[in-house]
């Protein structure tokens, strides 16, 4: 791929046919203009939160999908119960019904940021191109990502390791409204993040993280079945842990099979807090739950056996019950979520060729 500033837009948009964007909203998609020169090329896929009879208004000239949840309803049957409602979580429905190789995934209240310099950042291209470029994460370099333009394995990197590993997930970080929980938001009420670090990082194996949705992009061949957002929302007694459970679950899996994972550049302006009241009333037990989760993660260990995604992921889902399930009957009801997860990803992609959506959503042009 030929290496182009963050800010470029590129005259042919790199995997236009390749890569689908997916974006959870309860409103009309008005931010969308803003991103038109950077995304009206690409196909979207829409999944409605909420009421869906509400009518949700999507600009003109973009290529999308419209998801409800009488769609997903529809076309998963008894399956759908493993889709959140009424949580951002839903989004992870659009990754099951795309057949792209690749998800960019946006939140709606995320605009166009800036770079130092005043140029406006394409941050799809910046995903495309980490994605498109190795990860390092069996060996950290001290520059960074040595596959950058001005950057290179430093003295003393095994050469045996320079190939890297392929790059499974980009995680994009945000100006202005950083992502915090609730307590850090109580207590920081005026905090924006205005430093820009023109950096990108493999997170090394072993190394947990907390994943952001709001500005991802994965390679959904490599490791779409890992990237369920969990039973949140609605009728479940904890939210605002929907990426986070998927970015554990995605690094125990990219670990054990060989895969990379980048964080960093690009960066999205993002535009509001959400309420920290609210928040922490999603937020409270997962606080306390997650002293226990990261320790389950960290020795979480999967079988020679575990050749793909989903083996990883069934296995996992054992080990979530098992384990967990000791913390509170939650976390079984997650782990029969995440088998039911599995099942409805390969009902809809089975191995040879790509399955038909029955009574397919909305679409626009």
């Known amino acids: 791929m030929a290496k182009e500033s963050s800010s470029s837009i590129p005259c042919t948009p790199f995997l236009k046919d390749e ?28 999944v409605q939160d909420g009421d869906p009879s509400k ?23 008894p399956k759908a119960a493993c889709i959140s409602f009424k949580d951002s979580a839903c989004r992870c429905f659009g990754y099951m019904v795309s057949k792209k190789k690749y ?43 040595p596959f950058r333009d001005g950057a290179d394995f430093v003295r003393g990197y095994p050469f045996s390791l320079r190939e890297g590993a392929q790059t499974a997930v980009s995680h994009g970080l945000w100006l202005n409204i950083p992502d915090y929980d609730a307590p850090t938001q ?16 493999t997170i090394p194996k072993g190394t947990l993280f907390p994943m952001c949705g709001m500005n ?18 609605d009728g479940q007694p904890i939210g605002r842990y929907d990426d986070m459970w998927a970015g554990w679950c995605t690094k125990v899996i990219c670990d054990h ?64 019950r098992e384990k967990l ?21 390969d009902d809809l992609n089975p191995p040879k060729g790509a399955a038909e959506v029955p009574n397919g959503p909305a679409k626009g042009k």
């Open 19 to 46: 890569l689908d964007i997916v974006i959870p909203t309860i409103r009309n998609l008005d931010f969308l203009e803003m991103w038109r020169p950077f995304f009206q090329p690409y196909h979207l896929i829409i």
């Open 55 to 77: 009518t949700i208004n999507v600009p003109e000239g973009f290529d999308y999908e419209l998801y409800n949840r009488n769609d997903i309803n529809r076309i998963l049957g």
């Open 103 to 145: 998800i960019y995934t946006i939140d709606d209240d995320c605009f166009v940021a800036k770079d130092p310099t005043g140029k406006e950042i394409n941050a799809l291209e910046q995903h495309i191109k980490n994605l498109l470029t190795p990860a390092t994460p069996h060996f950290f370099n001290t520059l960074y990502d």
């Open 186 to 201: 109580l207590v920081k009420p005026r905090e924006r993040n205005t430093r820009y670090v023109d950096a990108v990082l």
């Open 216 to 233: 991802l992009a994965f390679d959904r061949e490599l490791i779409g079945p890992a990237m369920y957002f969990g039973l949140m929302g």
């Open 257 to 320: 099979l060989g895969l990379g994972i980048k964080t960093g550049l690009p960066y999205i302006w993002h535009s509001k807090a959400s309420n920290p009241f609210v928040n922490l009333k999603k937020e409270y037990k997962g606080i306390f739950w997650q002293e226990e989760l990261i320790p389950f993660f960290q020795s979480a260990v999967l079988s020679k056996e575990c050749t793909t995604v989903q083996k990883c992921y069934i296995e996992l889902s054992k080990q979530v």
């Open 325 to 345: 399930g000791k913390i509170d009957p939650y976390f079984t009801k997650l782990a029969d979520a995440m088998v039911t997860w599995i099942e409805a990803w």
